[in-house]
Each structure stands twice: as structure tokens, then as C-alpha cells.
């Protein structure tokens, strides 16, 4: 009897995409529409598509796709590796396993209450990347809900599901993203975060429909955890908490669990107020990785080589992501992603407004292979759909609307997003396992969205 095959890591899987990428750009007509620079946004000018010079891409761009894409997403990548570190030394005082076990306990005392943990923090990530944009974060939290989700009795999907799905479902059912809503809805020239009572609605029912789908599938696996999706693959992530070698929640622990609750709202209130990113994220979780050291009284060697280890374990990380980056390279010097653009507003324009509002949101939904960047695909997609939007008679807010759910949905399994393809190889799960867990979900909030996109048409106007 032979053995089934493996499927292939995640990086085979990028690099065979990567050649499927150069395929396309000898066999898509290449084309660029007019670019113009707006407040820094570098955005297409409507009706300006033409055709240029093919640029075919051959073994030369498969062998640099991989720098350029490590370049581009350096901030990313960097961030990675230094979050990885400090969250190191966070855990070896110690102090969110023994938070952790507490949460155990208290489940097990409380056992009805133990079952709204998942949807509840997948609620958190998903208001998190409805209002704030929170993403490339989510690769800082994974090292807490995975540990969490194994703690609780489940697998390492419920782990990673919690902070993708939930900022997946966020981002969908975006209500005041900046990166997403903000820059879409400016280059609409509509009125920044107007229609925020629908996208409520909105982002209400995807995430109660996420919230349902982890639940259930927490439950089975909770009944039979055989039903695991990961089931004998022998899977370890993040860290088995067994209660006898579990330590003890001191005054110290307290301290550094409160130190990185306000670390968290800091955060927060960081991203809305001053406009954080990448460089204050990271020097903030620095802060609390020495910080935590501090109150813990660990010598600065062992410090250090907790920080190393961390980084050293975000290794496979840091390589999804740059070569993810590096497939968008690929297409975007190959000149073929604006003539996919061209074509599918011309294939919008020949139907009817409910099919053309339908055509767009699964347009977007396609475009997150080539562009998984929220803001990306807003300032090249924009510019097209908002005046086509005009023509259709179907409203500017519709054409924003379906870009929002678009984008957010298939980001959650797309293989191109740096994002998710890291933290799976965090959990270190399959991309076939993911994939095979996630596409079902994915499909059912599709649909519902395409059904949320009609209400607007036909009911009222914004």
C-alpha cells in the first residue's frame, strides 16, 4: 500500500505560483493605464488604459522576484523577526501561560463559559480590523492564540482561524478603516466613512456568521478531537500547557500581564490617533519585551537569548512573506495586471446594475491573488470603479462597498498574502489543511456578501 503524498510546503507552493505568474505574462497582453500621484497615493486615471510593449518575464525574474519581494517587504519582515523576539522574552517569564492556565480554570469552574471564548475574541479581531485596519498585527497575536486555543483543548486551526478570520470578516465589513474605507471612499470623492449605519449591518453579520463557524467547529472537535482537521499530522504550535508543570500567576506575572494589556490599548489608541504603523508597533513591543524583563528581574543574557530564539523561530515567517511579495513583483513588471483592470470594467459595463455590483465585488475578490494589500487594490481599483459606478447608475458607495467586502474575504485564503501564508507557518499548518478548513467559510460569507450588496441598490440611496 503506498503512502499519499505530502502536499507541498508553502514556499514550493509560492514558487510554483511564481512561475504560473511568469506564464501569464507572456500569454496576457501586457497594458498601464495613466498613473497620477494624489496626497501621496499613487492612483490610475480612468480611460487611460492602452497597450505597450509586451515585458514577458523568464528565469532571470523567477531568480530576483524573491529580493525584490524581501525589499519591499522589509518593514514587514523586520517587524516580524523583532515581535517574534520580544514576545520571546515575554514568554519566558512565564507570564501568559500562567494567564493562560488561569483562563483554563476559570473555564473549567465556568464550563458554559468556556465556549464563548473563540467567538469572542474573534469578535475583538474583527472590530479590531474594521475600525483600525489592524493586519500585519495579527502575526504578533498568533503567538497568544494559538498557545490559547491548545490550552482550551482545541487545534492550532481554531489558533490561527481566531486572528485571520476574525480580521478577514473585519476588514469586510469594514466600518472606519483607514487603510481600506478611507482611502477608497477619498478616491471616490464620497464623504470619508459616509454610510457607516450599512456597514454596520454589515460587518454585524459577517461576524456573527465567522463567530458561528469557529464555534461549531471548536465544538466538534471539543466532542471528537479525531475530527480535527489536523489530526494525525502530529502538528506542535505554540507551546502544550500541561497543568502540572504550569507556573504560578505571582504579583511579577500580574505586573507583566497588565504591563501588555496596556500595551495593547496603547496600541490601539496609537494606530487611531497618531497614525502608527510598522516602526511604532515594533518599538512598542520592544518596550515591552525589556519592560517585561525589567519586572521580572531576568539577567540581560538570558534576555537576549530568549530575543534571539523568538526571532530565530520566525524564520520560515519572514521567508512566506518576502516571497509572497515577490509573485506581485512578478506580475506587476510583467505590465498584465492593468489589462485584467480594463477588462473587467468592460465586462461590468454591459450588464445589468445588480449583475454589474455582483461582477465587481467578485472582481475584487479575484484581484487579492495578484493584490492582497487593502489600500493597494483601493488606489489602482478605485479610480476605474467609481467612475464605471457612475455609468451603471449603481452609486459610487455600491462600487466602495463591494471593493471593502472583496477584499477582505479572500485575503483569508489567498496563497500571494504575505499575512496569512506567515501565520501558518507560525502554527506550522499545511496550506492544503487551511485551505480545505477555511474555502467553506469563505464561500458561505461570499455569498451572503453578494446578497448584502443588493439591499443598497434597490432600498434606499446613501
Known sequence: MSLPRKFPDTIAIILGISIVFILLTWIIPAGQFDRETIDGTDMIVAGSYERVEANPQGVGAFLTAPIKGFISAAFVIG????????????????????????????????????????????????????????????????????????????????????????????????????????????????????????????????????????????????????????SGLNIKSGEELAVGDMPEL???????????????????????????????????????????????????????????????????AALVIGLAKGLLIIAEEGLIIDTILNSVAQLAGDTPKYISAELMFLFQCCLNFFIPSGSGQAALTMPIMAPLSDVLGIGREIAVLAFQMGDGLTNMIV????????????????????????????????????????????????
Not at 476574525?166 to 474605507?181: E, H, K, S
Not at 464623504?191 to 454585524?204: A, H, Q
Not at 495593547?264 to 519585551?289: H, K, R
Not at 506567515?422 to 451572503?448: R, T
Open 79 to 230: 517587524f516580524v523577526f523583532l515581535v517574534g523576539g520580544a514576545f520571546s522574552v515575554l514568554n519566558a517569564t512565564g507570564a501568559i501561560n500562567a494567564g493562560l492556565f488561569s483562563i483554563i480554570k476559570f473555564a473549567e469552574r465556568n464550563p458554559k463559559y468556556k465556549r464563548l471564548i473563540v467567538p469572542f475574541l474573534t469578535a475583538l479581531f474583527s472590530l479590531a480590523g474594521a475600525t483600525f485596519g489592524m493586519s500585519e498585527e495579527i502575526l504578533v497575536f498568533v503567538l497568544i492564540t494559538i498557545p490559547l486555543a491548545n490550552a482550551l483543548g482545541y487545534d492550532a486551526i481554531i489558533g490561527a482561524a481566531i486572528p485571520v478570520i476574525g480580521t478577514g470578516v473585519g476588514f469586510a465589513g469594514a466600518i472606519t478603516n483607514p487603510f481600506t474605507i478611507g482611502i477608497a471612499q477619498s478616491i471616490a470623492q464620497v464623504p470619508v466613512f459616509g454610510g457607516i449605519e450599512y456597514r454596520l449591518v454589515v460587518w454585524i453579520i459577517l461576524t456573527l456568521i465567522a463567530g458561528i463557524a469557529l464555534f461549531r467547529y471548536a465544538l466538534k472537535i471539543e466532542k471528537d478531537p479525531g475530527k480535527s482537521i489536523l
Open 250 to 316: 505571582n504579583l511579577r506575572r500580574k505586573m507583566i500581564l497588565l504591563t501588555l494589556l496596556f500595551a495593547l490599548v496603547l496600541l490601539i489608541y496609537g494606530v487611531n490617533e497618531f497614525g502608527w504603523y510598522i516602526n511604532e508597533i515594533a518599538a512598542l513591543f520592544i518596550g515591552l519585551g525589556m519592560l517585561s524583563a525589567v519586572i521580572y528581574r531576568m539577567s540581560a543574557t538570558k534576555a537576549i537569548e530568549a530575543f534571539v530564539e523568538g526571532a530565530q523561530g520566525m524564520m520560515k
Open 415 to 462: 496563497p500571494t498574502s504575505g499575512v496569512t501564508m506567515g501565520v501558518l507557518s507560525i502554527a506550522n499548518i499545511p496550506y492544503d489543511k487551511w485551505l480545505k478548513w477555511a474555502f467553506p467559510k469563505v464561500l458561505i460569507l461570499i455569498l451572503v456578501s453578494m446578497l448584502l450588496l443588493l439591499p443598497p441598490l434597490y432600498l434606499f440611496e446613501w
